[in-house]
């Protein structure tokens, strides 16, 4: 079946660091791939999605890139900022079996101090 | 603009219970959602509505039932709370297919 793997969190990093946060996937189609925010006491937003091997997605200084080879979909942002802390989920959805759902990560909190 | 409103934000229920959940969204989107997220556990699908008329079942169906009552609300309903019920519950919706743009804030319950 499908799953996501993320890593765990938190992430603490101060105000300007480079920020990476590790997502690896299993599918057995072709998924696209997605990266959701959630801010404290919010519902999750839809941050960046690709679609395609090698496509990259970003949004807000934020960017990740399809590898397929490394099944991987790894977010990255040159500079965070204090307001950029919340939980980041990574996930996929396979059309290729038909299944009317994304399959999430278990999530990364993402904390930077000023 | 309010996107996705859910209510209420939080409740507590006995086993056994029933509620229903209220979620509207005032995007004109076709699609709808209800999620559950629990503690160290990604978000899982529980129905999903591709248009006013039609749902289907997702990944954790049980116990639930749902009504897609006109293209803005999409309500979920318990009919028996149990513990394993207990969840933060979140509806949201997309213009298409099956992948949701717009969460709500969540709605916190917990059953005893």
């Known amino acids: 079946g499908n799953s996501v793997t993320q890593m765990e969190g938190p992430v603490t990093l101060s105000e300007e660091a480079f920020l990476t946060i590790n997502c690896t996937y299993t599918?057995?189609?072709?998924?696209?791939l997605f990266w959701y925010v959630q801010y404290p006491g919010e519902g999750l937003q839809l941050l960046l999605k690709a679609t395609k091997a090698d496509d990259k997605g970003s949004n807000k200084g934020f960017e990740a890139t399809y590898r397929k080879e490394t099944t991987s979909f790894h977010l990255e942002k040159g500079s965070v900022q204090v307001s950029d802390s919340a939980v980041y989920f990574c996930?996929?959805?396979?059309?290729?079996?038909?299944?009317?759902?994304?399959?999430f990560g278990s999530g990364t909190r993402l904390q930077v101090q000023p | 603009n309010a996107g996705v409103t859910q209510t209420p934000k939080f409740q507590v229920l006995k086993t056994g219970q029933s509620m229903t959940l209220q979620c509207a969204q005032d995007m004109n989107h076709n699609s709808m959602y209800w999620y559950r997220q629990d503690p160290g556990m990604g978000l899982r699908l529980i129905y999903y509505s591709a248009s006013e008329g039609t749902t289907d079942k997702g990944e954790v169906p049980n116990g639930y039932n749902v009504s897609r009552l006109n293209k803005r609300e999409f309500s979920l309903r318990l009919e028996s709370a149990a513990p394993s019920q207990t969840s933060v519950y979140f509806c949201?919706?997309?213009?298409?297919?099956?992948?949701?743009?717009?969460f709500g804030d969540g709605t916190r319950l917990s059953i005893l």
């Open positions: 949201a919706s997309s213009e298409g297919g099956f992948q949701p743009q717009h």
């Open positions: 599918a057995t189609g072709y998924p696209s």
């Open positions: 996930a996929l959805s396979d059309q290729g079996t038909g299944r009317r759902a994304l399959t």
